[in-house]
């Protein structure tokens, strides 16, 4: 069954490095999505993408976090300059229309130090 | 807009009993509800999802969920628990692009 990738699963960072989170998401997918989920709190949507172009965000989607689709296959988070808060679990998502289900990955343990 | 309530951050119950798990939604549009499971350290796993077909879903390990418009809840079952079904469970809303999660629910089965 066609499944949401993402590497790393887990990574450490120094605060104020710059770290990228790698997603492949279902092949015939159109729509792109990141979440995070915080240490004991719910899952947050951070942005959306389509057609090479962020189509909503969060207001925790700062100037600090981009995200990218380099090449036909996969779709980058990237946030400059990570903080202690920025430890989190990061989920990638993709869905094949604009309303229809969302497919999650295994998600990316971010710990900031 | 929407949004989600759970209720209850903690549910117990004993090996073999009912499981219900609340949720209850907003949306400006018609909906579309999810119930997602986390097991400790792993990823989100879809249980189940409404999108405007039949009003009872059933999903994966025995649960199933009922949507009522007129009280706006979607609320998770399962007639009998398993050890195994210990986890966190998320009920989300989806409309447009994004999807909204609840604030979850820590199932704790009980031997």
């Known amino acids: 069954e066609p499944e949401v990738t993402q590497t790393p699963s887990h990574q450490v960072t120094q605060m104020g490095q710059e770290v990228i989170l790698r997603c492949v998401p279902i092949?015939?997918?159109?729509?792109f999505y990141w979440y995070r989920q915080i240490l004991g709190q719910k899952v947050e949507f951070l942005v959306s993408f389509y057609n090479n172009e962020i189509s909503e965000k969060s207001e925790i989607f700062d100037d600090q976090f981009s995200v990218e689709r380099p090449d036909g296959s996969n779709f980058t988070l990237k946030i400059r300059s990570t903080k202690l808060e920025d430890s989190a679990m990061y989920f990638c998502?993709?869905?094949?229309?604009?309303?229809?289900?969302?497919?999650f990955g295994q998600g990316t343990r971010l710990t900031v130090v | 807009a929407q949004s989600v309530t759970q209720l209850g951050s903690h549910v117990s119950v004993s090996e073999g009993a009912l499981v219900l798990l609340r949720c209850n939604y907003s949306?400006?549009?018609?909906?579309?509800l999810f119930w997602y499971v986390q097991y400790p350290n792993q990823g989100l796993q879809l249980l189940l999802k409404?999108?405007?077909?039949?009003?009872l879903v059933k999903g994966i390990n025995g649960f199933e969920a009922e949507f009522k418009k007129s009280e706006t809840s979607f609320h998770l079952t399962k007639p009998s628990a398993h050890m195994r079904d210990a986890a966190e469970y998320f009920c989300a809303v989806g409309g447009y692009q994004k999807v909204t999660f609840g604030t979850g629910t820590k199932l704790q089965v009980i031997p």
């Open positions: 409404y999108t405007s077909a039949a009003t």
């Open positions: 998502a993709s869905s094949e229309e604009r309303d229809t289900e969302a497919f």
């Open positions: 092949s015939n997918h159109l729509y």
């Open positions: 949306s400006s549009v018609p909906p579309y």
